[in-house]
């Protein structure tokens, strides 16, 4: 079992940048890919940003893309999502998930264990 703790939410104006993490627990990551997803009020939760096990692939929303950079600390059992150029569109509930396999994916169906969520709220 992989017990996922998602944290560095908060508000931000646009153009600003935060950094959310995701601690795991219970179980070494180092062989899980991990992904990112987010909700929107009112919204089906959609793909934000996925990393393979050892990194070296990453793959991004196109909403996201040049904007949110995924990252992970093996050592740390921590995966990150670095947000700059935030705009009131990325608000959301952000949730952090592990892929009980190494590559990376984009869907929800995929992955196996997921985070509480982290509200990210962007102003205008």
């Known amino acids: 079992q992989v017990e996922l703790v998602g944290s560095g939410g908060g508000l931000v104006q646009a153009g600003g940048s935060l950094r959310l993490s995701c601690a795991a627990s219970g179980r070494t990551i180092g062989s899980y890919a991990m992904g990112w997803f987010r909700q929107a009020p009112g919204k089906e939760r959609e793909f934000v940003a996925s990393i393979s096990w050892t990194g070296g692939n990453t793959f991004y929303a196109d909403s996201v893309k040049g904007r949110f950079t995924i990252s992970r600390d093996n050592t740390k059992n921590t995966v990150y999502l670095q947000m700059n150029n935030l705009k009131p569109e990325d608000t959301a509930v952000y949730y952090c998930?592990?892929?009980?396999?190494?590559?990376?994916?984009?869907?929800?169906?995929?992955?196996?264990?997921w985070g509480q969520g982290t509200q990210v709220t962007v102003s205008s």
């Open positions: 998930a592990a892929l009980n396999r190494r590559l990376a994916g984009r869907y929800e169906y995929e992955y196996d264990y």
